[in-house]
């Protein structure tokens, strides 16, 4: 059948960007983010628009991130959300698309009910969704052979949870959740800047200087930046300057936390398969994985070669789709509703 009359369509429903993938690529990135008109409790604006009103608007308007932590925090905004973006790629509406959604791996069955909901919601009558753990649409995403009996390890860092599993014929053997993220590693910032220099700067700010001049461990050239922040007592904007080894100094609790996870992971991970996780290494995606050097801290932390994949910010969406495709082979890995 052509495209224009069923559609496929993998969704990524993330903390950050909800990213969906059509015909093995990604064909819409938004961030995750709804301006709201308070009193009539109406949204006004989504995606990129949205955020870009986060911090510039009045006292009659709210700009929400439905999702927290990689879970539905805000039903009603998560619904109308996904029914803009379901909206933008299909507005044909001559057939459904069918809809495979992610969630993430250990979340409870309340919670992974809210996301289907919510998928259901936006698509409207006689639809339906079907859903992945992200991990699995990770590996799927990024090619690895994870149908096989051997173990595959692929840790992703969102911006509001870090996931670490290991897949084996298509299921996920071991696994766990951190629900922590990108975010945690901007508040991380966010601290530290005000403990040392008594300034006081908002979460996009120390999002900025994370992927300028962020690293995980020691870089060749130090990098600086520039940027002001509020003065704790005075209230008044006060420049200051911040160095790659201060951010490298500042993360380093949160990211020994995002390795003690995939440790964890690792260890109850039956022998064999662990040991295939040594040989092959082990797989990093999502956003945050792109903070420069994490791979190669997690390598010397772990002492298992880690590495980062091709496009670690899409391989979810494109890897829910792939699951939608193998639908028949891996249902029985999937949760029933
Ligand atoms: N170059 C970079 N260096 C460091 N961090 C980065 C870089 N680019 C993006 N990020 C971070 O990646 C995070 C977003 O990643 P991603 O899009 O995978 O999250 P998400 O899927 O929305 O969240 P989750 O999966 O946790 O629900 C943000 O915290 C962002 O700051
Ligand atoms: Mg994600």
Do not use: W
Request: hydrophobic residues 45%; glycine residues 8%; negative net charge.
């Amino acid at each position: 059948m052509s495209p224009l009359f069923s559609r496929n369509l993998g969704i990524d429903l993330g903390t950050i960007f909800t990213r969906i993938a059509e015909a093995d690529e990604v064909v819409l990135v938004e961030p995750t983010v709804v301006a709201v008109q308070l009193e009539q409790q109406k949204i006004v604006e989504i995606g990129q628009e949205a955020l870009n009103m986060l911090g510039r608007v009045s006292e009659e308007m709210e700009v929400s991130r439905p999702l927290r932590e990689g879970v539905v925090a805000y039903f009603e905004y998560t619904y109308l959300f996904l029914r803009e973006m379901i909206k933008r790629v299909a507005p044909m509406r001559v057939f459904k698309p069918q809809v495979m959604i992610t969630y993430p791996y250990g979340i409870t069955s309340v919670e992974r009910r809210a996301v289907h909901e919510a998928a259901l919601e936006a698509l409207g009558a006689r639809s339906n969704a079907l859903m992945v753990p992200q991990p699995i649409a990770a590996a799927l995403g990024v090619d690895l052979p994870v149908g096989m009996p051997s173990g595959n390890m692929i840790v992703s860092m969102g911006g509001g949870c870090t996931q670490a599993a290991v897949i084996a014929v298509h299921d996920i053997v071991s696994g766990r959740t951190l629900r922590e993220g990108g975010l945690t590693l901007d508040e991380a910032i966010a601290t530290y800047v005000r403990r040392k220099y008594g300034l006081i700067i908002g979460q996009p700010t120390a999002e900025h200087i994370k992927i300028q001049i962020g690293a995980a461990l020691p870089q060749d050239e130090e990098m600086r930046i520039e940027l002001q922040g509020q003065d704790q007592i005075s209230g008044l904007p006060k420049p200051f300057t911040l160095t790659t080894s201060e951010v490298v100094d500042a993360l380093q609790d949160p990211l020994d936390r995002i390795f003690e996870t995939v440790r964890q992971v690792l260890e109850k991970t039956p022998p064999e398969l662990a040991s295939d996780v040594i040989d092959r290494g082990i797989a990093l995606c999502g956003g945050a994985a792109q903070l420069r050097g994490v791979d190669t801290l997690m390598t010397q932390k772990l002492g298992i070669p880690t590495y980062l994949v091709d496009d670690p910010e899409n391989a979810v969406a494109i890897g829910s789709l792939r699951a939608l495709e193998l639908y028949p082979v891996i249902q029985r890995n999937l949760p029933k509703f």
